[in-house]
């Protein structure tokens, strides 16, 4: 019974272990979806069609970089909508 036991205590702990190694991103809340919308819409748009990155699939980081050379090339944004950006983009546009 003990043996029993302890081998259930470990497989238990191996599984929760394991099943962190391939951790799939958090969705984003439905509050948060419309913020990340509304940011992306209003910043990107300034220089170009919403069609351009939306034709894109990138990963988070990749949507992250994305908005640095954005940054880099003019655009205003507070880092809390940037990331609101890249969230966005990469729940819709994501690898």
């Not at 209003?42 to 640095?68: A, I």
Request: with cysteine; charged share 30%.
């Amino acid at each position: 019974m003990v043996k029993t036991t302890c081998l259930l205590i470990g497989l238990t702990a191996s599984i929760l272990v394991l099943s962190g190694c391939d951790k799939q991103p958090e969705p984003m809340g439905e509050k948060l979806i419309t913020v990340s919308k509304t940011d992306f819409e209003s910043h990107c748009q300034r220089c170009h069609s919403l069609e351009v990155p939306l034709r894109r699939n990138k990963s988070l980081e990749g949507w992250r970089e994305t908005v640095t050379r954005m940054k880099e090339k003019g655009l205003e944004v507070t880092p809390e909508a940037a990331e609101n950006i890249a969230k966005y983009l990469a729940s819709v546009r994501g690898k």
